[in-house]
């Protein structure tokens, strides 16, 4: 195995664990940075207690810190906040940051598997209707002898754009901003779509999704779906149902 292919692997890996266990944990900088706050020491913040066995933190020990949301991202209306709230008031094991965290790394991941034919990273992260969907048009990529060079540039901005429960599963709307650069060549290495110095933007909605009887709390893509038509973007096929 090759170097590059070897970090690739360990980054597969990484943000797979995110999917499965990381929703609802705080790392020791993060306690540092709790106990370190103005306060603290005079008893003006809720102290930090022992951490639970299974490493998750409730959320009314840290007095709604975790609530607050990275730069980039925000919500898109006041529904979709409200019913967050409403959702997550009882769910303790639930840590908005954590998951608007791990939902930017795997777009990046899912993308950048998808273009290579991943599909032994992709079965971890999709629900079975979606990874479906993506092996359907790997293999017709395969047959057709097309390959996918994709390069994520950045994510520029993330929308929490709607929260519910349907069908006992708990989703996650997101809108993605991207920029990528994506050719597409075909078996003789001809580009068909797409320019290598190119930068596309794309924007994207996709749903995460957590059944409620869930032994832990893992996570899943359930539906993916353009928002705007982009030319020359990773064609990433709509799939799935969260209705």
């Known amino acids: ?38 306060g603290a020491q005079e008893g003006l913040m809720p102290q930090r207690k022992e951490k639970p066995s299974d490493n998750v933190v409730k959320l009314d020990e840290l007095s709604g810190v975790r609530r607050d949301l990275p730069p980039n991202v925000k ?10 709230e409403d959702i997550t008031r ?16 795997a777009f990046g ?7 290579e034919g991943d599909k032994e990273t992709l079965k971890d992260l999709l629900a079975p209707p979606v990874f479906e969907g993506f092996a359907s048009v790997i293999d017709q990529r395969d047959m057709d002898g097309q390959t996918v060079e994709t390069s994520l540039q950045s994510i520029d901005r ?32 001809d580009v068909i779509s797409g320019e290598p110095d190119k930068v596309t933007e794309m924007v994207d909605i996709w ?22 038509e982009e030319d020359h973007k990773t064609p990433i096929p709509e799939a799935g149902d969260s209705e």
């Not at 020791?28 to 706050?37: K, S, V």
């Not at 009882?90 to 790394?105: I, M, R, S």
């Not at 991941?109 to 273009?115: G, V």
């Open 1 to 38: 195995m090759s170097a590059e292919l070897l970090l690739y692997a360990i980054i597969a890996a990484g943000l797979i664990f995110w999917l499965r266990t990381i929703i609802g944990t705080v790392d020791e900088d993060e306690e540092r940075d709790i106990e370190n706050r103005p």
């Open 75 to 84: 919500f898109d209306n006041k529904t979709a906040e409200n019913n967050l």
């Open 90 to 105: 009882g769910n303790t094991e639930f840590d908005l940051y954590h998951f608007v965290d791990g939902a930017e790394q």
């Open 109 to 115: 991941l899912i993308i950048e598997a998808f273009a």
């Open 158 to 189: 993330m929308d929490i754009v709607e929260a519910k429960i349907a069908n006992d599963v708990f989703f996650i709307t997101v809108r993605f901003h991207a920029r990528e650069i994506c050719v597409i060549r075909n078996k003789d290495g």
């Open 207 to 228: 749903v995460f999704g957590q059944p409620l009887d869930a032994e832990g709390p893992e996570w899943y893509l359930y539906e993916t779906r353009d928002d705007q």
